[in-house]
């Protein structure tokens, strides 16, 4: 069964957004630096959000234009409607490289997702698939992210009817990829394994699937075993399990990108991760926000 998987790096985005002190442009480009250095080739550097709502991401801009100019990774900034796509698109204004790929998003719960940006499920599926169009026609790479999809912090459960209905809506625009994500970590490795199966089965070999766990219940790193049992190959993980919702009560952190790259490692699985060098930037972070950061891994390091 081993096979290579891709890590998605959310650190410097999903990771960061939740904090409560602002952290320094300069600061996040040593994050982002220290993740390239340690293997991480696809990140989610930033998101195109109202400073007003996440004021952790008011310089996705100036993060953007001093990144690394490396060939082989892959850039990606979260959208959450048409006006954080064109902000993506004018970051490769001017010959500047800018984003290489978008991340839109869905909410398959109408309270969460008027709360997180304004929109019933409904109305999210038709702003997404035009997004998708969108970003499509102006030369730029998307995909997309069903989030809450295991459950919801006001609505309770999440039937799977409803996830894969939307994930249907979403195949109809082909995006690069189409991710659930357990927004508020309530998710059980059962359920990962259910839903991700049903979701392989309705997408067949078109379109990629990839999982987005958080921990907070501490079922998360089981959650994505049994998600890659199910066919997944593409990972979202954050340095040290930094992470939250700023929309989600009580949620926390992602997968740490340590626990999920010693867990597939030590099951045979390749993640292109140095699992030393992801343990020395944890410390170095750690000591940047003055605490020890949740990954267990690196805690028992």
């Not at 894969?164 to 659930?180: K, N, T, Y």
């Not at 359920?191 to 309705?202: I, M, P, Y």
């Amino acid at each position: 069964m081993p096979q290579n998987i891709e890590l998605v790096e959310v650190g410097p985005r999903d990771g960061l957004q939740n904090e409560p002190d602002v952290i320094a442009t300069d600061v996040k480009l040593a994050m982002i630096g220290r993740m390239i250095d340690y293997g991480a080739r696809r990140l989610e550097v930033a998101s195109f959000v109202h400073p007003q709502r996440v004021p952790q991401m008011a310089d996705a801009e100036s993060v953007i234009a001093a990144l690394p100019d490396h060939k082989d990774c892959t850039y990606i900034g979260l959208v959450l409607n048409k006006r954080g796509v064109m902000r993506a698109l004018a970051t490769r204004e001017g010959g500047v490289r800018g984003v290489d790929q978008v991340g839109c998003v869905i909410v398959a719960s109408d309270t969460f997702g008027q709360k997180n940006q304004g929109q019933t499920i409904a109305e999210g599926v038709a702003e997404t698939r035009a997004m998708l169009r969108f970003a499509r026609a102006e030369g730029l790479r998307a995909q997309v992210t069903i989030s809450a999809a295991f459950g919801c912090p006001f609505e309770g459960a999440v039937k799977h009817d409803t996830v894969l209905a939307i994930a249907d809506e979403m195949a109809i625009e082909a995006p690069d990829e189409i991710a659930l994500a357990d927004t508020i970590g309530v998710g059980t490795p059962w359920e990962a394994g259910e839903l991700f199966g049903k979701l392989g089965a309705l997408l067949g070999d078109k379109i990629p699937m990839r999982a987005h766990f958080h921990n907070t219940r501490g079922t998360g790193i089981a959650n994505a075993w049994e998600a890659y049992k199910a066919g997944v190959r593409i990972f979202d993980a954050s340095l040290g399990g930094l992470g939250g919702c700023p929309f989600a009560p009580r949620a926390t952190g992602n997968i740490a990108t340590e626990d999920l790259v010693y867990m597939l490692e030590r099951s045979g699985v390749d993640t292109g991760i140095d699992l030393d060098a992801a343990i020395a930037a944890n410390k170095w972070f750690a000591q940047v926000l003055g605490r020890e950061l949740p990954s267990a891994v690196a805690r028992a390091a």
